[in-house]
């Protein structure tokens, strides 16, 4: 558990280590304690790091970060989606094609995974991206799109 | 207070976060150290902690009051 504590930011430590040790002496350790000591440990190094959200801002750059994620992959899906439905104009790989119609059902293949991961991306991350929006709209938080 | 928290409560909290709210609870004001005594350090609710206290604790009344007049209301509930 000593180890454990030394997770936590020295100015934490030199406040509450002591209390803390004498209380985990009498506490059942537990796995949940472990994973619970964790996430003080993260949360005391946010909040004595001049950030008072704790691990709340913690989750709001996660959900930041994903919002943007998702917003990257639509526009690499829209743009890809676009690129495939253009005629491949080497006439290469057409005349190869009709020798090799592997190779079409390849190429169509690879269309028709990219798309089923589009919609599957968009169906997944479409209620994150609504809810977040409200929140953002809710809280006035300009920086729902700002991962950094 | 995990005890009495476990007892009046029937959650049972952690040492990682009893000690976040610990440290939430004094940069409020709301509680203050005591000296130690084996180790252990009790706290003691201030006066801003009283009011603050006080403040959330009408409002849960406020919010149990219109929970139960409701519940009063559905009948065959």
């Given at each position: 558990m000593q180890l454990l504590l030394r997770l936590y930011p020295q100015a934490w430590r030199e406040r509450y280590e002591e209390e803390m040790l004498a209380l985990l002496e009498e506490h059942q350790i537990t796995p949940a304690t472990v994973f619970d000591l964790l996430m003080g440990a993260i949360d005391a190094n946010l909040h004595y790091?001049?950030?008072?959200?704790?691990v709340t801002f913690v989750v709001h750059r996660l959900r930041s970060g994903i919002v943007m994620i998702f917003c990257a992959f639509m526009l690499f899906g829209v743009g890809w989606s676009m690129l495939q439905r253009?005629?491949?104009?080497?006439i290469t790989f057409e005349n190869t094609a009709k020798f090799h119609p592997e190779l079409q059902i390849l190429h169509n293949a690879v269309f028709i995974v990219g798309c089923s991961a589009f919609l599957a991306f968009l169906i997944g991350g479409l209620p994150l991206i609504v809810i977040s929006a409200k929140r953002a709209i809710r809280m006035k938080q300009r920086d729902v799109l700002n991962p950094l | 207070m995990m005890e009495d928290i476990r007892a009046f409560s029937g959650t049972q909290l952690e040492p990682g976060t009893l000690y976040g709210a610990i440290t939430r609870l004094e940069k409020q004001g709301w509680i203050e150290p005591l000296p130690t005594e084996d180790r252990r350090r009790p706290y003691r609710i201030t006066a801003n902690g009283v009011t603050a206290l006080r403040e959330q604790v009408n409002t849960l009344e406020q919010v149990t009051a219109v929970g139960k007049n409701r519940l009063a209301t559905l009948e065959g509930f």
């Amino acid at each position: 558990m000593q180890l454990l504590l030394r997770l936590y930011p020295q100015a934490w430590r030199e406040r509450y280590e002591e209390e803390m040790l004498a209380l985990l002496e009498e506490h059942q350790i537990t796995p949940a304690t472990v994973f619970d000591l964790l996430m003080g440990a993260i949360d005391a190094n946010l909040h004595y790091n001049n950030c008072s959200e704790g691990v709340t801002f913690v989750v709001h750059r996660l959900r930041s970060g994903i919002v943007m994620i998702f917003c990257a992959f639509m526009l690499f899906g829209v743009g890809w989606s676009m690129l495939q439905r253009l005629a491949d104009p080497t006439i290469t790989f057409e005349n190869t094609a009709k020798f090799h119609p592997e190779l079409q059902i390849l190429h169509n293949a690879v269309f028709i995974v990219g798309c089923s991961a589009f919609l599957a991306f968009l169906i997944g991350g479409l209620p994150l991206i609504v809810i977040s929006a409200k929140r953002a709209i809710r809280m006035k938080q300009r920086d729902v799109l700002n991962p950094l | 207070m995990m005890e009495d928290i476990r007892a009046f409560s029937g959650t049972q909290l952690e040492p990682g976060t009893l000690y976040g709210a610990i440290t939430r609870l004094e940069k409020q004001g709301w509680i203050e150290p005591l000296p130690t005594e084996d180790r252990r350090r009790p706290y003691r609710i201030t006066a801003n902690g009283v009011t603050a206290l006080r403040e959330q604790v009408n409002t849960l009344e406020q919010v149990t009051a219109v929970g139960k007049n409701r519940l009063a209301t559905l009948e065959g509930f």
